[in-house]
């Protein structure tokens, strides 16, 4: 996944669409133009032919999308990389954002290659001219290491290969780093995180990263890191069982995240922080009905074992919280609920600040990393008070899901107008343009390029 200097020898790719064809199949050397009618090419969307230019050297038609706004996939020129022969290639005429065009080539090439070598090699693509390659080198990079992270099984990628990968990035940067393990959670009041992963083999941990200068715009990032969850003793059906090596997809993205802020000059002092478990069933494990004191303070009872995730990122939260930063964001694969109303592609987020919700929506849109704002709807609130503690880990209706699940993280959040929560699926269930089939990563690119504009205002005001 990488892009190429520029090359005039490299083939160029011009996209059509369905509309302009006829203008643009007029301007075409003759024998071109015959040989497209020829072989059928009518610029339909996603369609290719291979014309020669006038010189004879190969150039690539491309069928681009029409000009209805509704119906455009800004990531439609991944296509190519699919459907190209291995070459070199640069973007000709035609493109309307080079740059969001080139950085879907390079998501669209990623393969999951730990256990099974690529057979065709994929395309290359020249950066275009005039676009900063650096930044979207370090976006696709940043991508494929957190896909790298969900797609690997929990045999390869449970607690310790997670926090080892995360201290392999905080390394790489100079990242001031320490990890929590086993019973010393207990000793540095960290239960809930405790209490969730003690049934494992592998113990549970929570890890921290910082970095930065300290009088800079301070940015923490909180990552669910369940390596594999079982449901515990409230235990899941084989069938939602299947993805559950994805439901540390919260700690990949905040290390995706992490990945671009560092790998750039930005200068913010960045906070991560991963609670890693695996949600097992032993002798140990956690039960419904129990109760645990949180490092807030705040007694919770466990009304289901399944509303893990919760746990971990409520004692994770209250830590973040206790040095309060200007930005906190959280990621989580935390609920079902939330793939119901919105299917995977589209996260729901929630905060309690409209200017920074406003915020978001527009990244999203500007980078096509689509996410939809729900409500802390505070009459919900009141359905996670426990009869014998604080609060309860989950209601006793089956409705509203993903928003119980934000308010309880709320409880724990010591100023809700900085603090955003992303219910993220991390998974495509299959390929499209950019998302290749697999683990993905969820909000971390808009959040880089609101993190990128924060920064700006936080010089100007400084």
Not at 271 to 299: C, H, M, Q, W
Request: hydrophobic residues 45%.
């Amino acid at each position: 996944m990488k892009l190429e200097d520029w090359s005039p020898e490299a083939i160029a790719i011009d996209f059509v669409t369905k509309e302009d064809w006829p203008e643009r199949r007029a301007k075409l050397p003759e024998p071109t133009a015959r040989l497209a009618n020829l072989a059928g090419f009518e610029a339909k969307a996603g369609s290719i032919f291979f014309a020669p230019d006038v010189g004879g050297a190969p150039r690539v038609l491309f069928g681009a999308e029409g000009k209805q706004p509704k119906a455009r996939d800004p990531f439609f020129a991944g296509k190519l990389a699919a459907a190209l022969p291995r070459g070199l290639y640069r973007l000709g005429e035609g493109v309307d954002a080079p740059e969001q065009a080139a950085l879907a080539f390079l998501l669209s090439t990623y393969a999951f290659s730990r256990y099974k070598v690529r057979r065709n090699e994929a395309p290359r693509l020249c950066a275009p001219q005039g676009v900063d390659r650096a930044r979207i080198k370090r976006i696709a990079a940043a991508v494929a290491l957190g896909r790298d992270l969900v797609n690997a099984p929990t045999n390869d990628m449970g607690p310790e290969a997670l926090a080892e990968a995360a201290l392999a990035l905080g390394a790489k940067h100079g990242a001031k780093s320490r990890v929590i393990v086993g019973d010393a959670l207990l000793a540095e009041n960290f239960p809930l995180i405790h209490a969730v992963g003690r049934a494992a083999a592998q113990a549970p941990r929570l890890v921290e990263l910082e970095h930065g200068p300290e009088d800079g715009l301070r940015v923490t990032l909180v990552g669910k890191g369940v390596c594999y969850d079982t449901g515990g003793l409230d235990i899941k059906p084989s069938s939602a069982m299947a993805l559950m090596k994805k439901d540390m997809g919260g700690a990949a993205t905040a290390l995706s995240l992490a990945a671009m802020l560092l790998d750039a000059p930005t200068p913010i002092r960045l906070r991560v922080l991963l609670p890693i478990v695996e949600n097992s069933i032993s002798a140990s494990a956690f039960r419904t009905s129990d109760v645990y004191r949180s490092r807030k303070g705040l007694s919770v009872e466990i009304g289901n074992t399944d509303a893990e995730g919760r746990l971990i990122l409520a004692d994770a939260l209250a830590y973040a919280s206790e040095t309060p930063p200007d930005l906190l964001f959280d990621f989580a694969t935390l609920t079902g609920a939330a793939r119901v109303a919105l299917g995977p592609e589209i996260p729901p987020f929630y905060t309690g600040d409209d200017g920074l919700a406003g915020e978001i929506a527009a990244k999203a849109a500007a980078v096509n990393d689509p996410v939809w704002r729900m409500p802390l709807w505070d009459r919900y609130d009141g359905g996670l008070d426990g009869k014998i503690s604080d609060l309860v880990n989950v209601t006793s209706g089956p409705f509203a899901g993903s928003i119980t699940a934000a308010l309880f993280l709320r409880r724990f959040i010591a100023d809700p107008a900085r603090w955003a929560h992303f219910d993220v699926y991390c998974w495509n269930p299959s390929t499209k343009p950019g998302r290749p089939e697999g683990g993905e990563v969820q909000a971390a690119r808009l959040l880089y390029e609101l993190i990128e504009a924060r920064v700006e205002q936080w010089k100007t005001k400084s």
